[in-house]
């Protein structure tokens, strides 16, 4: 669990919330009425939010780069066009 004060709530969503704007998913006024509510709550005392964080960490195998070699009398160019 991640916790975040005002401060870090406005930085998280502030992108989230413009293309919201920008999308037309939110009208100007609610964008507005949103951010003013998040501050009168913020005013009237502490203000946290939280959210899960799912973190994962993998290796992988070393794999060996693949080789690409020509077999004798091929001519490795077939197939090609000419430009």
Not at 4 to 13: N, P, S, Y
Not at 33 to 42: E, H, I
Not at 56 to 75: F, M, N, S, W
Request: glycine content about 8%.
């Amino acid at each position: 669990m991640v916790l975040a004060g005002q401060q870090m709530i406005r930085m998280l969503l502030s992108r989230h919330v413009d293309r919201l704007g920008e999308e037309n998913m939110l009208t100007p006024q609610q964008v507005r009425q949103w951010w003013s509510q998040l501050d009168q709550r913020a005013a009237e005392g502490p203000l946290i939010a939280g959210r899960g964080v799912f973190v994962v960490a993998a290796t992988r195998p070393y794999l060996r780069p693949a080789r690409i070699t020509a077999t004798k009398g091929q001519d490795v160019n077939a197939g090609r066009q000419q430009a």
